[in-house]
């Protein structure tokens, strides 16, 4: 599943490729995807005649601003947008075409169909679901070691099911709370409450840094992810544990081991992350 730096990436890549257009027509062959309002037809009224200004990011999320409605979006396990001349053939697995004044269009593609759309009057986008309970995101200053510390030590709960909680940070999945826990030294299955303030602080920082260094490499390209102009990401090759079982730990040469933390498949080094002292 793409997280923030896969979405990023993707938000850039699209805001080059569509901001200015105005859509003429809205095709919508697997209807499930569009979730709010209830009825496609009004989903695609709406949106004809609208020009997309701005695309922004929550989360995990996309933001289409409109005129007069901004549409979410979620990319789930494998959606991805690309923009075509209208005469380009599509297959099957393209479930919605926005097709533009200018002869182009913007499709969603999604072979596994968990993909979602919402359509907001503009400005009700961040008061319902699916944005309106999501935590700060990791780039914000509302993020600070005092905020992470006030959610870590209220709570029983293991390190890394705490850290993929949106509602305590966005953006965070699988491949980064790996990674950032791996950096910050923490074994994903302390207990979020037993964390010192000296390692609540490094860890709010390799989260940071962690996300901001998979941006500036296009995101992480495992199994399908590309941008919305069919590029690879190149974070994979920087990542210590994602993925490494069997392989020496970068930093000290014991062998990456896989746990099972939380139900999901967990990376660490055994060496790097110790559970007790
Ligand atoms: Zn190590």
Request: aromatic share 8%; glycine share 8%.
């Amino acid at each position: 599943m793409p997280e923030l730096p896969e979405v990023e990436t993707v938000r850039r890549t699209l805001e080059s490729l569509v901001i200015g257009k105005e859509i003429k027509d809205v095709s919508i062959f697997w209807p499930n995807i569009i979730k709010s309002p209830a009825q496609p037809e009004q989903f695609r009224d709406a949106l004809i005649g609208q020009t997309i200004h701005g695309i922004g990011r929550r989360g995990k999320f996309l933001i289409f601003y409109l005129d007069d409605y901004a549409m979410v979006s979620h990319l789930r396990m494998e959606g991805k947008y690309a923009l075509q001349e209208k005469d380009t053939p599509y297959d099957k697995h393209t479930h919605v075409i926005f097709s533009f004044r200018d002869g182009t269009e913007l499709r969603y593609r999604d072979v596994r169909k968990f993909g979602t759309m919402h359509l907001f009057s503009k400005g009700e986008e961040e008061s319902q679901q699916p944005l309106m309970h999501l935590g700060p995101e990791p780039f914000s200053k509302e993020f600070t070691a005092e905020y992470l510390s006030s959610r870590l030590l209220k709570t029983s709960r293991k390190i890394k099911p705490v850290l993929l909680d949106q509602s305590v940070v966005v953006g965070i999945g699988n491949i980064y709370v790996d990674e950032a826990l791996f950096r910050a030294g923490i074994h994903p299955e302390r207990i979020a409450s037993s964390l010192n303030e000296a390692e609540i602080k490094v860890l709010r920082q390799e989260i940071v840094d962690t996300l901001s260094q998979a941006v500036e490499k296009g995101g992480s390209t495992i199994r399908t992810y590309l941008n919305s102009q069919g590029e690879m990401g190149m974070f994979q090759l920087e990542l210590y544990v994602y993925g490494k079982k069997g392989e020496a730990c970068k930093r000290c040469g014991t062998e990456v081991v896989k746990l099972t933390v939380g139900g999901r498949g967990t990376h660490i080094c055994p060496s790097c992350q110790k559970l007790h002292d």
